[in-house]
């Protein structure tokens, strides 16, 4: 079952922060978070575990709410270098198949 | 240096014919995956191998038929192309949790 992402895009000025939101129908064992840019194969940004958990990547982390079955991304004061396809992807079985979403499209302006 | 590598890069080529995408990865994992992403982004895995064994084989047409030959090698070979083959294919390996993915082919069928 494809994890919901929202929203579909966004367009951010340099500076800005914004969060995406990846929801599951299904009990959770991991959550992944992938940036592409364009023309380019994507970026593993962070996995989530464990409920609860946050991580941090620069001035990018993610939450898991394992019993919302639910993960957000926040990338705060925003640069330009942060423009791409932000990907999460779950895994329900801990089996390594990740079902990606089908991508939030973020666009930073300067 | 490349981590993951796939050749060719670009493939166009008549439907019915039949094409092969190389991939080969030096960070020594031992799981490889193929994924397709068609032209609205959406990324979806097809097949995954661990140490040249079959884990994960997605509802993908029998046309398409992957193959290991060792562990750092994953290779799609495609049969009687279709239009709705036009996509871009990834290939990715890991050894945790972070997936490592390859540049991408990008396959055209006219």
């Known amino acids: 079952q494809q994890p919901v992402q929202s929203p579909q895009a966004v367009i951010l000025r340099e500076g800005e922060d914004a969060v995406i939101n990846c929801s599951s129908s299904k009990a959770l064992y991991s959550v992944h978070w992938y940036r592409q840019k364009h023309g380019e194969a994507p970026v593993f940004l962070m996995i989530?575990?464990?409920?609860?958990e946050q991580k941090g990547h620069e001035k990018i982390s993610a939450s898991f709410n394992e019993k919302k079955q639910q993960s957000s991304l926040y990338l705060t004061a925003s640069q330009l270098s942060y423009s791409g396809t932000y990907f999460c992807?779950?895994?329900?079985?801990?089996?390594?198949?990740?079902?990606f979403g089908k991508g939030t499209r973020l666009h930073i302006l300067p | 240096d490349t981590a993951v590598s796939q050749t060719p890069k670009y493939l166009v080529t008549q439907m019915g014919n039949d094409k092969s995408i190389k991939c080969e990865q030096n960070l020594g994992h031992d799981t490889m995956y193929w994924y397709k992403q068609d032209s609205k982004k959406f990324l979806k895995i097809m097949f995954s191998y661990n140490n040249k064994e079959l884990i994960i084989n997605e509802t993908v047409p029998n046309r398409f038929s992957p193959k290991s030959p060792d562990k750092a090698h994953l290779n799609l070979h495609i049969n009687s192309l279709e239009l709705g083959d036009s996509a871009v294919y990834f290939c990715?390996?890991?050894?945790?949790?972070?997936?490592?993915f390859g540049p991408g082919t990008r396959l055209t069928v006219l």
């Open positions: 990715a390996s890991s050894q945790t949790n972070e997936q490592f």
């Open positions: 992807g779950t895994d329900v079985n801990r089996d390594d198949k990740i079902i």
């Open positions: 989530l575990l464990k409920g609860g």
